[in-house]
């Protein structure tokens, strides 16, 4: 098992940047692939980035490809979210997933990840 929290989030303008944290605790952070999924009113939640459990892969969805980097500090049991050129259609509630490293299917899809965050807030003001 894995505890998620998720920080970082807030009001931002567009154009400007914010950095989510999700930190872990339980199980061998390592051991897992960490996924970061968003909600906006009204729609369903959508895959934003994840990374591999060593961090030498990462994958985005192209809405955020060029601004969103993926990251994580496996000494500090964080994967972090840094959001470059945020703009209104990036405002939703942001939730970190973990799936273990020994899964091999797509990491696109948030039926993939067993473990959740309780998500946290990010608005963007035009």
């Known amino acids: 098992q894995v505890q998620l929290v998720e920080s970082g989030g807030g009001l931002v303008q567009a154009g400007g940047s914010l950095r989510l944290s999700c930190a872990a605790s339980?199980?061998?952070?390592?051991?897992?692939?960490m996924g970061w999924f968003r909600q906006a009113p009204g729609k369903e939640r959508e895959f934003v980035a994840a990374?591999?459990?060593?961090?030498?892969?990462?994958y985005y969805a192209d809405s955020v490809k060029g601004r969103f980097t993926i990251s994580r500090d496996n000494a500090k049991n964080t994967v972090y979210l840094q959001m470059n050129s945020l703009n209104p259609e990036d405002t939703a509630v942001y939730y970190c997933?973990?799936?273990?490293?020994?899964?091999?299917?797509?990491?696109?899809?948030?039926?993939?990840?067993?473990?959740w965050g309780q998500g946290t807030q990010v608005t963007v003001s035009s």
């Open positions: 997933a973990a799936v273990t490293r020994y899964y091999s299917g797509n990491y696109y899809i948030e039926g993939t990840y067993d473990y």
């Open positions: 990374i591999s459990w060593s961090g030498s892969t990462t």
């Open positions: 339980g199980r061998s952070f390592s051991s897992y692939v």
